[in-house]
């Protein structure tokens, strides 16, 4: 069997405006109809959902660069999203906290701003005296009088541009996959986007050019062994960090640890679907991209209807507190997780609603989401509140997995390569098959062996016999 253990939770692109880093002023300072000219530390303020850290992704800035009000100052990565921090104010950064891959705590400051514009009423609702006591470093320095530096001021927003073009840092999380998937070191690429941003034609620009460079070496034949024939070079190891999506897997698979998998497979038969697909997507009325994953969707679903415990999840656990006695939440709604390979890596949006759903329109859907992962620009609506995952691994290969797992779920459903094999007809006749292996994983804790077995046997039912699943859609 071969086993796949690699499963991340999820991580999201917000492209909201809307800043989620609050200064903290000092209200000796603070005036609404002037502009300020104090020298003020960023927080990085609660921004919910149990985050306690971020990791710095980018910096769009660098110390003495002028920044408006919505100007990006970094990309930050969470256990959630990867989310674009924009200046609530007019002002000159002054100094950097963090270095790029660096992990901020909440509460903690990220960079300093000389504040050049008026704090709006808006802006005053999240000045809080409370938030000064957050205990950061920022929040433990006083604003200081801008002095003689306002001179540097007069810098235009090139600079900032500028500055980015010689950190050579701008760039979409889809485009960082690209690099590294090209082994392209993005400080050699020159971005052609706005602010120097680097695109991805220029990073194919780029490797093109680069591979053309070396092919006639290629051409050549290796230099010669040095090391004595049959007597291997000394290793070589380098150290590399871990990106930010394999941090986070990091830290999603750890968790699932603590949970006690048994899986459970089985051979599917889906020659029935697969000739059903087939006449559906030659029909006028079929969405323009029919795989079998609508099906499989919305089998699992109507299954669920009969084994909810499968849509459960278990309530914080607790062990160090005695008293607090697991639970298990019931879900009602089936909201199901697509694992989606990405240039990012593996990112986990789900469909909501799936009772709500026609083929055609989870059909849509899913090609939305694969569009969005694709491009890096999933909402944290996509990506929170799954209830039960579905990974097709098959689509690249495979024929067993071993899925996990994810802590706010019980069950996970891998999908093998669907292969076309000989097998006796009725009269012991050989026909040809179609068939696809079906692996679930279950956490042990809550979810017996006979229960996975019947959902199991339930969703063979729907994908085996498609037209079943009619009489129970609504
Ligand atoms: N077998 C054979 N052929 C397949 C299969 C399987 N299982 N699945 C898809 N396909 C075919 C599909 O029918 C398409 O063929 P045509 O209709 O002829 O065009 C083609 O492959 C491409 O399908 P596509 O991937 O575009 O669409 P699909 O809706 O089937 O899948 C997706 C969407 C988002 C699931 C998929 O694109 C994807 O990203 N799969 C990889 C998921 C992944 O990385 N899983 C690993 C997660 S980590 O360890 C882990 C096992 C888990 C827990």
Redesign the pocket.
Known sequence: MSV?????NVLYRSCSRQSLWKPVINRAHFHTSAPLAVVKPYILADIGEGIKEVQIIQWFVEPEARIEQFDKICEVQSDKAAVDITSRFDGVIKKLHYQADDMVQVGKALCDIDVQSEISPEDEAVITPHSEQAGSPGSAQQPQKATAQHDQTHLDRSRTAESARNHGHLATPAVRGLLKELDVDISEVTGTGRDGRVLKEDVHRFAATRDAEHQPQELHPPPPRTSPAGVEDAQVEETIKLSPTQSQMFKTMTRSLSIPHFVYADEIDITALSSL?QHL?TSKHAPQ??????FIIKAVSLALNDYPLLNARIDHLNEKDPSQTPKLILRRTHNIG?????PQG?L?PNIKSIHAHTLTSL?AE?GR??HL?QEGKLAPNDLTGGTI????????GGTY????IVQSEVA?L??????TIPAFGEHGEVVRKQV?NF?W?ADHRVVDGATMARMAERVKGFVQEPATMLAKMR
Do not use: E, F, H
């Open positions: 796949i253990r690699r499963y991340s697909r997507q991209k029919l795989s079998y994953m609508p697509i694992a989606m390979d990405t593996l986990v059909a899913l989401l694969q992962a995952t579905i990974s097709n691994i098959g689509s690249i997995v071993a899925p996990v996970i891998g999908l093998g390569k669907s292969r696809m692996s994983s």
